[in-house]
């Protein structure tokens, strides 16, 4: 996901329940949950207010002039 100039890359299933955060709200850098509204830091994954309470999953990004390098485990 970009904010700003930056991108970020973190799982897209909430650790809470199976929701889809492709569904989320965004502002800045925090991602909503649109099932039971947690929020998560973009840039860290951690997870920021309850229900949830484990972090997403992130993943080291790299941007190689047009092309975006995700860095899966
Ligand atoms: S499923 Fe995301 S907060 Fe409950």
Redesign the pocket.
Known sequence: MKVGENIYAVDGI??????DLSMSFMNGGIVT??????QFDLKTGEALSL??TESLKSYSVTIQGTSVFVEMD
């Not at 909430?14 to 929701?19: A, D, K, N, W």
């Not at 949950?33 to 947690?38: A, E, F, N």
Request: aromatic letters at 8%.
């Open positions: 909430c650790t809470h329940e199976y929701s949950c649109p099932l039971h509204l947690s229900p949830a």
